[in-house]
């Protein structure tokens, strides 16, 4: 073994190697042969019931808090800087995904079971289906089953087997395409709504939570349950003193499903009624035509909109600045930061005359301050908290309009005609930079250093060979995955499209192609050509 690493935020995570070194169930070396020079596999680092029992035994006697569920006793327990404490906790790890070149199958289940002659503890429950019939049976099985398995478990991953089908499904901003969960039902709980608070996020929107008399629900004390939305409120015709049932949705976000009328009686509360004023500014709610959400329109009034934007500004996967929401809060306050860049504006004097700032912390903030000023564009557009523009559409957008100047030029038909970019994400990209104290911010943050463009190292990787072309990409491919295959048009120029027009040029055809696109390019005389044939496009 090389190295063991967290998952972390999905790009970077933590070195774990010494305490993960002290896992009896984890080989430092490999049995066998015929194993690749070097690959990665992952797997879950976990406390079984057993142990869990056990350590929260041992902590009761000592005094200590006890753990509230086995997932947060093996992710503290992987945090410690002692590595004998973590042996001493007789953590263990199922594995679950091989990656690496010359893998020794092409299935997913195969390489696992060669992963096992390995030394890997591979899950003897894993089974491979050619039916829906057999998929159905195991969940079935398992969601009685599972009460009896040494380890605590919500729910089953079904995956396609084949790597090659696995790399052409590609993935999504979150996840792989290729791979879905399934969740059993959730343990519920009855309790009683004692009242209900409204909550205004970042971008304005208004979330109802409900303050419930506190209760015991997989291995947490709830107190607390979103309700999400007037429509879901309205559905379950809630009453302050009703008694709701909870329960954990994925057994981590607790929210309410039903409610026990056979409680109601007398002593009954109002019925609960969706606000209509922001409880934070005290302007007009508006609920945009199509959506279940009430936002708060005054964005540059309203004081958990601005913190909440300066908070996702500074985000280690935006701007990465080190500073948390206590801070914000702190700088919103006593330095009267009103926007992301009036940040760049503080002055270590400043921040040595508040509470609880040291010369070091200063230091660190300032030096962050600093380092973000080369954050690549793309993260800048990110971080600006433009609605529905997260990492993966900031990304394309980037590589689409190479600086921030183009990107607000851009109109509603250039910024449909880029890949995965809809109407509603268009139209918010539009209204934000139509906004003319946005546009005056974004001119602040270039003054004062931040990227607004795409670097010349990105660049000059780039080429003009596709330009002006609309390709569509359609079936299955041998050499490429199809995420890859549209990252070269955008990189040479040309533009992906995820349906056949008058306004396409080429379809880039793999194997089992819809024959409706088929017919459809033969009716509008568009070339289709195979792999070969557009890698030869790219070289010539």
Not at 23 to 35: C, H, Y
Not at 302 to 310: A, N, V
Not at 415 to 434: H, K, M, N, Q
Request: net charge negative; proline share 4%; charged share 25%.
């Amino acid at each position: 073994m090389v190295q063991a690493v967290t998952r972390g935020d999905g790009t970077r995570g933590d070195d774990v190697t010494a305490n993960v070194k002290t896992i009896r169930s984890i080989p430092l070396k490999l049995r066998g042969e015929n194993f690749p020079a070097e690959f990665e596999i992952r797997g879950e680092i976990l406390l079984p019931w057993a142990e869990f029992e056990r350590l929260n035994k041992e902590r009761e006697e000592q005094g200590e808090a006890l753990f509230a569920n086995p997932r947060n006793a093996a992710s503290g327990t992987l945090k410690q800087q002692n590595a004998a404490i973590v042996a001493s906790r007789k953590l263990d790890a199922y594995f679950y995904y091989l990656l690496g070149e010359n893998l020794p199958a092409d299935g997913h289940f195969e390489n696992l079971e060669i992963a096992r002659n390995w030394g890997f503890k591979i899950p003897n429950v894993i089974e491979k289906f050619d039916t829906l019939e057999g998929v159905f049976g195991y969940l079935e099985h398992w969601n009685v089953e599972r009460k009896n398995l040494p380890v605590a478990t919500d729910g089953v991953v079904l995956k396609v087997n084949s790597l090659r089908q696995q790399r052409n499904l590609g993935f999504t901003a979150k996840s792989p395409r290729w791979a879905i969960a399934y969740k059993f039902q959730a343990e519920q709980a009855v309790t009683r709504l004692n009242s209900i608070s409204f909550q205004v996020g970042r971008i304005g929107t208004i979330t109802p939570v409900a303050n419930l008399e506190p209760v015991l629900l997989s291995g947490t004390t709830v107190k607390r349950a979103s309700l999400h939305n007037e429509d879901i409120i309205e559905g379950l015709d809630l009453h302050i003193g009703d008694h709701v049932v909870v329960e954990k949705g994925g057994e981590i976000i607790p929210k309410i499903v039903g409610v026990d009328t056979s409680f109601r009686g007398m002593l009954i509360g109002d019925k609960v009624r969706f606000i209509q004023i922001c409880p934070e500014c005290n302007t007009p709610l508006i609920r945009p035509e199509g959506e279940a959400a009430h936002y708060c329109p005054n964005e540059t009034g309203c004081p958990p909109q601005i913190k909440g934007r300066i908070e996702h500004f500074v985000t280690r996967r935006a701007m990465d600045i080190g500073i948390g929401p206590e801070t914000v809060e702190d700088l919103y306050e006593k330095l009267h930061v009103r926007n992301v860049a009036d940040l760049y504006t503080i002055e270590e004097a400043d921040l040595l005359a508040l509470e609880r700032w040291g010369e070091k912390s200063v230091r660190n903030f300032m030096d962050s301050l600093e380092k973000s000023r080369s954050v690549s564009y793309e993260r800048v557009l990110y971080a600006l908290g433009i609605r529905f523009v997260g990492e993966t559409v900031a990304r394309k957008l980037a590589n689409v309009f190479c600086s921030m100047e183009e990107l607000q030029q851009a109109s509603l038909e250039t910024l449909t005609e880029v890949d995965e970019i809809g109407g509603r994400i268009a139209e918010s990209i539009i209204r934000y930079f139509a906004d003319e104290q946005n546009r005056e911010l974004v001119e602040r943050l270039k003054s004062y250093g931040l990227q607004m463009k795409m670097s010349e190292e990105k660049l000059s990787g780039r080429t003009d060979k596709l330009k002006g072309l609309t390709i569509v990409i359609s079936g299955t491919f041998s050499k490429h995955s199809r995420d890859e295959y549209k990252a070269m048009i955008e990189q040479n120029g040309g533009k992906n499209s995820g349906s056949v027009s008058g306004k396409t040029d080429y379809i880039l055809a793999g194997e089992n192609m819809g024959p409706s696109k088929l017919e459809k390019a033969a009716k509008l005389g568009i070339k289709v050509m195979n792999e070969e044939e557009f890698l030869n496009m790219l070289t010539e």
